[in-house]
């Protein structure tokens, strides 16, 4: 495996994408500054298709329960572009999205098996540890507070908090630019815990989805909006003329497959599953055909860690 690189160590592209209204998105502001996900009509690279495994058999209570149900219960997020996104029709798209598909397959579920529940950051815990959700794929950070509420298989991609600002902003250059500034995240996001240190003598506003942020941003009521760089260049792709991404992250944020915090066994199978997809070029396929859209250049994926 090669190293995964930060999304930002690539320039984002002059990339004009059709603006339209976001079904569930919870934005407020005009029309025109709306931030939404579209294909752009150019000849795209192509999404990969996921061979469903036949005669699953993995001693995990976590999917005895989905086979009785006959579907399994995937939560994600709405409101990224590239990433986890849902449009005007139901529709869904993003790595996010294809990282589902692929884990859900070796785990012997068919797309039309796949019921996505659009759930916020700061409820994610609550719906694994519940099992509102059988796993949780939606630019989720692995870190020792959360493995104490929820287990995690992964990671699949490494990205990095940075910055998004108006693209005529020259007076923020990185985090410690940030003093006297008003800065925009989500709530319960390591973003927002991180840029809420002293040393960086910022005021911060909470949202609870991040293009609620971005309008902000595009409105001027905040000087910024602080996330992973991968969530950011997909709204600066958006607004090539009027956004951009700083280009210099401050923390390092694995990307983890979320699920219950006891099924040992699911979690080794979903590790299993991503190892497999990188190994077989879908993963590198997934990436170019989403997130790849908005600019970044793929890394290699990140290597998988088992505890």
């Known amino acids: 495996m090669k ?6 160590a690539a320039a984002i592209a002059v990339l004009a994408v059709a603006l339209g209204a976001t079904a569930c998105s919870g934005d407020s502001g005009s029309s025109a ?4 996900a579209s294909s752009g009509g150019w000849d795209q690279p192509k999404l990969p298709t996921y061979t469903v495994a036949k005669d699953v058999k993995i001693d995990s209570p976590t999917l005895r329960k989905a086979r009785a149900a006959g579907k399994l219960v995937i939560g994600a997020k709405n409101d ?33 098996m796949i019921e996505f529940k659009t759930v916020d950051t700061k409820n994610r815990e609550a719906a694994i540890s519940s099992g509102a959700v059988d796993l949780y794929i939606g ?10 509420r929820v287990g995690f298989a992964g990671p699949y991609y490494t990205a990095g908090a940075d910055l998004l ?16 500034k008003t800065v ?22 909470e949202t609870s989805k991040y ?10 009521e905040v ?6 760089d991968a969530i950011l260049m997909g709204y600066a792709a958006q607004r090539p003329d009027k956004l951009r991404v700083v280009g210099s992250p401050f923390t390092e944020e694995p990307y983890g497959v979320g699920m219950n915090k006891d099924d040992k066994a699911l979690r080794e199978a979903v590790s299993d599953a991503i190892e497999a997809h990188d190994s077989n070029g879908d993963h590198e396929k997934a990436y170019d055909a989403t997130l790849g859209l908005s600019g970044s250049k793929y890394g290699g994926a990140s290597t998988v860690e088992r505890y």
């Not at 190293?3 to 930002?8: E, I, L, N, Y």
């Not at 500054?33 to 939404?36: Q, V």
């Not at 630019?139 to 104490?148: L, M, S």
């Not at 293009?211 to 001027?220: G, Q, R, S, T, W």
């Open 3 to 8: 190293p995964c690189t930060s999304a930002v």
């Open 33 to 36: 500054d709306k931030a939404t």
């Open 80 to 112: 990224q572009p590239y990433l986890g996104f849902q449009d005007a029709d139901g529709k869904r798209s993003g790595f996010d999205i294809e990282i589902a598909k692929m884990v859900a397959a070796d785990l012997g579920f068919s797309p039309e």
């Open 139 to 148: 630019t989720y950070t692995i870190n020792d507070e959360r493995k104490k």
């Open 165 to 180: 600002v108006r693209k005529n902003d020259r007076t923020i250059s990185g985090p410690f630019s940030l003093q006297g």
């Open 184 to 205: 925009c995240s989500v709530k319960g996001s390591t973003a927002l815990r991180e840029i809420k240190k002293p040393e960086y003598n910022t005021t911060t506003v």
């Open 211 to 220: 293009n609620e942020c971005v309008v902000k941003l595009l409105d001027e």
């Open 223 to 228: 000087d910024a909006v602080t996330t992973d």
